[in-house]
């Protein structure tokens, strides 16, 4: 049995017209002999109408119940799609999450699938049937609908294909594939062909919004090709696969910018341990999500200048933070609104000398000044003027030949 | 534990605005130290929109997926409510139909709650729990989603209160009881306070849209006493019951019109057996809703002349039937638009001579002409011309002191 996962995303399943073409697609691989196994999103604005009810019941809306309310939308997709692949003359009928089951296990709406019964899919595999399963749900030990957390539909996919064995899996967004860097920031930005689950992590949570770190992370640790492609124009897309899967001469695989980004340093930071901490600890106590991080060590062994960057809508909130919390010890603090970070990604850097060079000359080249640098196995982030944006993922795009 | 269940419709629902009312609603219950089963319908329009997308996705649409995409609406709004019960204070949580589990057999679209296990809600209920169980909806023997078609919350509540022996069954709703006729129809029209069972399922087949016959029978059956109110306005409803609870001075408890009729008749049919039976065999197989049926009895033992009412929208389609199929032996066919059936209603009228005649005159006296007469132990019916409906209904309820 080769057997294919497709997942279909919001926007894929968006109208009923989107939903014939989904069924079309699916039609296509019947064609070839696959067996296939369906998982969809919500509608797309679904999701969000329901949160919305939910909130203007009150703003604490119990968890529990969110997942009740909003796990109903998969459901009104998958009847969908199995009313319309059985109007073609398929046999095809929609599962929710409770009827396989999906053992999910973690909070509500938050949870993490542990165990999929197989017997009941299988069964209707081998009667030649295209089962439509709800993404983004399953239930717990005491029987309660539980969701995934936002994305999570791509997780069901991928969890799906790794419990029934599947060949491959295929995300079908709205998105052709995952691209060098954001089409939106620079339309000459390249489709990737192939990146590995490394690479396309530190893209996810670098910016490229395709799919949630975690999914990337699931099918990573179980090693299961996923391709990304667009369900509405035929083209290839994207595969992420193992890093030993690929053969490709490019150092860099892509690079990603943020944007709405400030820059903070405490200047004069008594360099002793705990210190990071205490600095930290309040700032993500209020939920300000600190990226970048940087510290330089301390000329005379005593103080150090500690730089990291936060959203710019976050910037008022954690001054306040840093200035009420007085047993941070600091000589200054210095604030820089509107920078970018800019990464280069390339599983490829690790093996070749020189690129942190060959970055910062294109950059100096173009006289954009690098603030601060940060680099990881696989990335090189620096920060530089917001403006700059554009100009520096061009001359890196040529630098490093991602246009070919 | 004195136990109530209240059943909210759609309209009760239909806003998160309702929603908090019927959460302040169930509130006063838990004061009066009741225990409370909620059960839930879909928030108004709901249910129609996503009939809509079925039919778009195609006409004969599946009926199992059918049932899978509709009580998605009643899983949102149960959940809708317990969220809200929670946030004011309340250990509540919504009950989806298969966590229960509700067992259903019959066909898809229409089935039939035939075991509720109660375990789990007894135990619920005994941790001063509000369950919020999903109306309209239930699992059958081999786990699909059924439903048990149009108004089926209304039979889930009764059941509900049947299973788990409730002391009554209040069914909230967008009017605030059963009227002597419809309001819309007379606006002098008169609450009913008390009604039998009986003359209820003669009021709803005769177009009082409160509830569904089959709800009815099914309260009757079962001996539920129910209430019908408005959650939006804090009057008394009315309580269906059996005849033996009411003490009732009145012959007659509510008059019916219905609007939009034709009359047929066929005139000189033969009159032998099996002759009804094919004319009326082609008209059900066309789902052609024949109404009242009157047949005269033959003078010469060989004719007959046969009367029915029909929809007024069916009659090109009746005509046609009747002429396609020629073995209906018959001389004259004659139609007549826009008539409407009155008919008066009351379990007293067993025991009291003289209404049909009293009836009759009154009638009469408006010069209002009788064309069709058909009478049950409970009920007698008459067509006129539906021009006079509102005088004849005016007439009748003075006739029989229904403003008092």
Redesign the interface.
């Known amino acids: 049995m080769k057997l294919v996962v497709l997942k279909f995303g919001g926007t894929s399943v968006g109208t009923?017209k989107k939903?014939?073409k989904v069924a079309d697609i699916i039609k296509k691989f019947k064609k070839k002999k696959y067996s296939v196994i369906v998982v969809s999103s919500a509608m797309s604005g679904v999701t969000n109408t329901?949160i919305k009810?939910?909130k203007?019941?009150?703003e604490?809306?119990?968890e529990?119940?969110?997942d009740?309310?909003v796990?109903?939308?998969e459901?009104?997709a998958?009847?969908?799609i199995?009313?319309?692949l059985?109007?073609l003359g398929f046999n095809s009928?929609?599962w929710?999450a409770?009827?396989i089951p999906i053992l999910t296990s973690g909070p509500h709406k938050n949870s993490r699938i542990i165990k999929i019964n197989k017997n009941k899919i299988i069964n209707f595999l081998k009667d030649d049937g295209i089962p439509v399963i709800t993404g983004f749900q399953g239930i717990n030990t005491v029987?309660?609908?539980t969701t995934l957390g936002r994305g999570g539909s791509d997780a069901s996919a991928i969890l799906i294909a790794k419990f029934f064995d599947a060949e491959k899996c295929i995300i079908y967004t709205d998105v052709e594939g995952v691209y060098t860097t954001d089409p939106n920031k620079l339309k000459k930005a390249k489709k990737i062909s192939v990146i590995s689950y490394e690479e396309m992590l530190e893209m996810a949570s670098l910016g490229a919004k395709i799919m949630q770190p975690v999914s990337i992370q699931d099918a990573r640790l179980n090693r299961i090709d996923v391709y990304v492609r667009s369900s509405f124009v035929k083209k290839s897309g994207t595969l992420i696969t193992k890093k030993s899967n690929i053969i490709n001469n490019k150092i860099i695989t892509g690079i990603s910018s943020t944007q709405n980004d400030s820059k903070v340093t405490l200047i004069g930071v008594k360099d002793k341990p705990g210190v990071a901490a205490a600095i930290f600890k309040p700032l993500s106590k209020n939920l300000i999500n600190v990226d970048m991080v940087v510290q330089n060590i301390s000329p005379n062994g005593k103080e150090t200048d500690l730089t990291f960057t936060i959203k710019t809508e976050d910037l008022g909130r954690t001054k306040k933070i840093i200035k009420d919390n007085r047993h941070i010890n600091f000589r200054k603090l210095s604030f820089e609104k509107g920078v970018s970070k800019i990464s280069i990604i390339g599983v490829g850097m690790v093996t070749t000398p020189g690129v942190t060079f060959r970055m910062f000359q294109a950059l100096a080249h173009k006289k954009i000044n690098i603030k601060v640098i940060s680099t990881s196995e696989i990335k090189i982030s620096v920060l530089i003027d917001k403006k700059n944006t554009k100009k520096a993922l061009e001359v890196l795009h040529k630098e490093f030949k991602l246009y070919k």
């Open positions: 009923i939903i014939e329901l009810k939910s203007e019941i009150c604490n809306f119990s529990a119940e969110y009740v309310l796990s109903s939308g459901q009104v998958c009847s969908l199995a009313g319309r059985q109007h009928r929609s929710l409770w009827q029987n309660r609908v």
